[in-house]
């Protein structure tokens, strides 16, 4: 919303009907008493504490900036508490409060209420604060979201340590697979035939098999953990590539994401680009694709006089197809050894600071603010590791809402 002072009429009446449909929306809520006092913290039985479904309202930032316009007062952060705002409903002292495990209502007991009727005002509140939330999303702050986004006011959320964890876990579990003895299971009788009884093995193939399911599961986790990291790497190496949009950089697939903001030119990352690409396109692609590779190799022609000829005639045996199991435990430790050295290749050089930040699980900021923060403390690495750790302790007392609001 424009300035008060430097606002034309025009946008005053916009905004008073905003705040009109608003307080329609809130029928029933009043501000603050003049006195108000904290229910979070208010002993004695004087208020019932009911939990909000994150599904009702989730997003605390807009029920908070709602209550705010209503005039509910903010009574600051405690310990494991973000915020409180007071107001009143329908004659009843009330507060909603983002806490530790979530936000949290109070609705004070009139006397002679039950519970029972406490719960049901809380649910008109709930009710009444997505209402209010919903003329506030679509009126006021769809509008101007594009234009922040373009504006590069926006963060991504780092979610490169939970992919790097599915990475590390079925990389753990093929390992496992490939150097595990065969084993023999427990006696088990035969369905049908009384008296009889029978042992399986898992032998050497179904080890093979069971580790080339989990070499399979791990290549596609560390695509989808370097397509991340390509996007959270943005930042630290100058920025949106010129005319793009981030959106649009999202969507990309990996291999058009790293020819963006690596240089095809320098041998080193174009040979990393090819090892990563081989390992992609005949470890995961035709599994990701129903089982199909691009050269057809599962098509089978019937030739006169010949018989059913693969499409691809003998490069057939270059498919995935081929072999019983696409990969053994030597293709298996191939890709390891690959993988490790573009790891320690992105870890180093010109994305060093990028991954640092990254590895510590930090969102990714794309404001100037924080760009020009990068500029000041990167030429250091310890000084950047410094900041890092100052930010991840910062984060740590967010989420445990250690009254650093």
């Not at 003049?34 to 807009?62: C, I, M, N, Y």
């Amino acid at each position: 919303m424009a300035e008060e002072g430097n606002a034309t009429e025009g946008e005053k009446d916009a905004v008073a009907d905003l705040l009109r449909r608003i307080r329609l929306a809130l029928k029933g809520f009043g501000a603050a008493p003049a006195e108000p006092a904290s229910l979070v913290w208010k002993t004695g039985g004087e208020h019932f504490r009911f939990p909000v479904d994150p599904k009702d309202l989730p997003v605390p930032l807009l029920p908070r900036f709602v209550l705010a316009l209503a005039g509910a007062q903010n009574m600051g952060p405690g310990d494991k508490v973000a915020w409180e705002y007071i107001f009143t409903f329908e004659g009843s002292e009330c507060a909603l409060s983002l806490q530790k495990y979530g936000l949290r209502l109070y609705v004070g007991r009139r006397p002679g209420s039950a519970e029972k009727e406490a719960l049901q005002a809380s649910r008109r509140i709930v009710s009444r604060l997505k209402k209010a939330q919903q003329i506030v999303e679509k009126s006021l702050l769809s509008p101007r979201i594009e234009l922040l986004m373009a504006a590069g006011e926006f963060a991504i959320t780092n979610q490169a340590p939970r992919l790097r964890g599915m990475y590390k876990y079925f990389r753990d579990r093929a390992f496992e697979e490939f150097s595990t003895p065969p084993q023999a299971t427990p006696l088990e009788p035969v369905p049908g035939r009384p008296g009889m009884m029978r042992q399986s093995v898992k032998g050497p193939l179904f080890r093979q098999v069971t580790g080339f399911y989990n070499t399979f599961a791990m290549v596609t986790a560390y695509t989808s953990w370097l397509e991340h990291v390509l996007v959270l790497l943005l930042p630290f190496i100058g920025g949106l590539p010129p005319g793009a949009e981030i959106k649009k950089f999202i969507g990309d697939r990996w291999s058009a994401k790293f020819q963006k903001v690596f240089d095809m030119k320098d041998r080193v990352a174009k040979g990393h680009y090819d090892t990563i690409h081989a390992i992609v396109e005949y470890y995961r692609n035709p599994y990701s694709h129903g089982g199909f590779d691009k050269a057809g190799s599962t098509i089978s022609v019937f030739f006169p006089g010949l018989g059913a000829l693969p499409l691809t005639m003998s490069d057939v045996r270059d498919s995935p197809t081929f072999d019983f199991t696409p990969a053994g435990v030597d293709g298996f430790t191939s890709i390891c050894s690959e993988l490790d050295r573009v790891d320690g290749w992105l870890e180093s050089g010109a994305t060093e600071i990028g991954m640092i930040w990254i590895n510590e699980g930090l969102d990714v900021r794309f404001d100037k603010e924080f760009a020009d923060l990068l500029t000041s403390r990167s030429a250091d690495v310890e000084e950047f590791q410094e900041w890092v750790f100052r930010s991840s302790l910062e984060r740590d007392r967010m989420e445990n809402m250690e009254g650093l609001f």
